[in-house]
């Protein structure tokens, strides 16, 4: 390596080594480091132009807190007031029922299989005779959503082939355990609307799991409500599904 190489470049220029801070400063603009020291950040200001400006020049740094205290308050009062959330916000899972209070999910598991965040677990079972909870054969027996891990990406809903989940706004979720934020099928079980027959039913007499996917079953049949009037007399939900199952006939 040459003398030349090893000299650090301050030293080239002056001939006098430089202090730290004067290296952490370098020339700008052509101008040397003391030419750029001597200029202070009031010298750089525009003179006020006439007797107004010279007024105004102490307070005009003020300008912008003036002009936003009559602008509208943007805070938002939560959680005292609660903002609205766009229709399409991704908030909390529901499992869906049909008119007549069965239960959309089949138990198939597509939803756990298409969630990147491995945060839903459902275990399927049979329908029977004694205990039919959805129209066909099978029936969400266990379904867990672990919202410790959920992202509300949404992927789930995009692939149940029954729209039995779908995503409410709720968006409220933060409890102070883990075990709080795992949800059951009971936590996420739409509430039975009005006329509806909590399930285990039997479905409405002469249809298939077709007919409720086509929308043909519109609300509680009487063979549903007879069947519940036999085996859970106390059933609350059986009253206004009878009443509703009178004013329709229900099958179709
Ligand atoms: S919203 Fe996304 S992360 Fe949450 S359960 Fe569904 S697929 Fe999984
Ligand atoms: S919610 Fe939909 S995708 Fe998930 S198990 Fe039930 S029917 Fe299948």
Known sequence: MSDETKKSPPEEESGQPRTSSELEQPARGGQSIDEVKGVHAPDLLPEPKNAVEKFVAPVAGFGVTMATLFKPVVTEQYPREKAPVEPRFHGRHQLNRHPDGLEKCIGCELCAWACPADAIF???????????????????????????????????????????????????????????LIFTKDDLLAPLREGMLAAPHPMAEGTTDGSYYRGEVTGPARNSVEWVRENRPDEPSLDSAAAAAERSGATK
């Open 122 to 180: 459902v275990e399927g079972a049979n329908n029977t005779p004694e205990a039919q909870y959805s129209p066909g054969e099978r029936y969400g027996a266990v379904y867990q959503i672990n919202y410790l891990r959920c992202i509300f990406c949404g992927l789930c809903i995009e692939a149940c082939p029954t729209r039995a989940l779908t995503m409410t706004n709720e968006f409220e979720l933060a409890d102070q355990t883990r075990e709080k």
